[in-house]
């Protein structure tokens, strides 16, 4: 967090140096963790690994990296769901409004409780 207020990667808490190099890490996703934060630690072509893999190898050790998840309602999977706040991806339903209605029997309710229905349209009137 920086300037009253959280921007930026978490990926650039982890600015490090090995063996005399400066590395700046650059956030990445990774396609089987996708709610992981994930980080490319040396460069712009190394490796995509997740806080959490980078954070039980020595060099992730050594620089104290913890594991992150994205936060809750991000996008993932290639925007095909999103993060809960436990760091699952949860796949986005793909029923309309109309569906669910039509999956919970509305239409024989309304069938069977035509005078309800009507009253409650009256009502609405």
Known sequence: CQYSG?????????NHSLNGTH???????????SCLVACRWYNSTSECLSTLAFSL????I?????????AAGKACDSYKGYCD?????????EDT????????NVL????NNWWKAA???IGLS
């Open 119 to 121: 009253l409650m349209e």
């Open 97 to 104: 409004p109309i569906d669910i209605l039509l999956s919970l």
């Open 6 to 14: 959280c921007t930026g990667s978490v990926c650039a808490l982890y």
């Open 23 to 33: 590395y700046v890490p650059v956030e990445c996703i990774t396609a089987d963790q």
């Open 108 to 111: 024989a309710w309304i069938r």
């Open 85 to 93: 706040g436990s760091g699952t991806c949860q796949g986005v339903r």
């Open 57 to 60: 190898t020595a060099d992730g």
């Open 62 to 70: 050594s620089i104290g990296v913890t594991s992150h998840y994205r």
